[in-house]
Structures are given as structure tokens and as C-alpha cells.
């Protein structure tokens, strides 16, 4: 049964064409954030597609950058957020919500720049 306000927030949604969601997109927009997110951990997250399983099965390489793992998913969550809005899917507020975390994670131009390219490339895909 589910309950309202509550999902798996330790699973990240899909970006598989029509895979079924593992993760609603009902707390997207309350998340809490990563101490920094730069373009080392952008092209990191990069390199493996946002694969986090494959990272961790080739050695989680810079390991050192991730700490604890919350800019992984930060970086997942702003990906999937910023898709939905470059999508035309989101409110005004979820927009400016996840725009707001952009600039506030990233304060690096560069990794914005990344993030936004990276959101790109997913729409250009289910096209």
C-alpha cells in the first residue's frame, strides 16, 4: 500500500525508454544538498553514464571526490529534475526549484554547463 509523500529515495528514476519508473518524481523537488558539486565530479559520474553499479564495480575510481556518495545522487537528481523541466513537464515551481539547486550545487560554471549538456543529450535521445 502506498502512502502519500513516500517513495524510495535511495533509488533514482529511470532513463531507459520506457522502463518503468523505480522512483516517483513526488519528492524531486525536496532535496537536501551536496557540499559542492564540481566539473571533476560531473565528468566522474560522466564516464560511467550515471551508472552508479558500474562505478562501484570498477573500484569507484577517485573514490576520494564522492566521499559518502551524496554528489552522485545529487548529480542524479538534478539530471532528472532538470530533464523534466527542459521537457516542458514541470510547474513554475519545480522549475525554479531545481534551477535554484543548480546554482546553488553547483557553484562551478563548467559543471552547469556539464549537468545541462548532459540533459541535453537525454532529450535528443527520446526524440
Request: net charge negative; with cysteine; hydrophobic share 40%.
Amino acid at each position: 500500500m502506498s502512502q502519500e509523500g513516500v517513495d524510495d529515495r535511495d533509488l533514482s528514476a529511470s532513463f531507459v525508454v520506457g522502463a518503468t519508473p523505480r522512483r516517483s518524481t513526488s519528492s524531486l523537488d525536496d532535496m537536501s544538498a551536496p557540499a559542492s558539486i564540481s566539473s571533476a565530479l560531473v565528468q566522474i559520474y560522466m564516464d560511467f553514464d550515471g551508472n552508479v553499479d558500474m562505478y562501484q564495480r570498477r573500484g569507484m575510481p577517485k573514490r576520494e571526490l564522492y566521499g559518502d556518495g551524496c554528489a552522485w545522487h545529487a548529480i542524479d537528481g538534478l539530471r532528472t529534475r532538470l530533464y523534466i523541466v527542459a521537457a516542458g513537464l514541470a510547474s513554475a515551481k519545480f522549475s525554479a526549484s531545481a534551477e535554484a539547486d543548480l546554482l546553488a550545487w553547483a557553484p562551478d560554471e563548467e559543471a552547469r554547463r556539464m549537468v545541462l549538456a548532459m540533459v541535453d543529450r537525454d532529450l535528443q535521445s527520446k526524440r
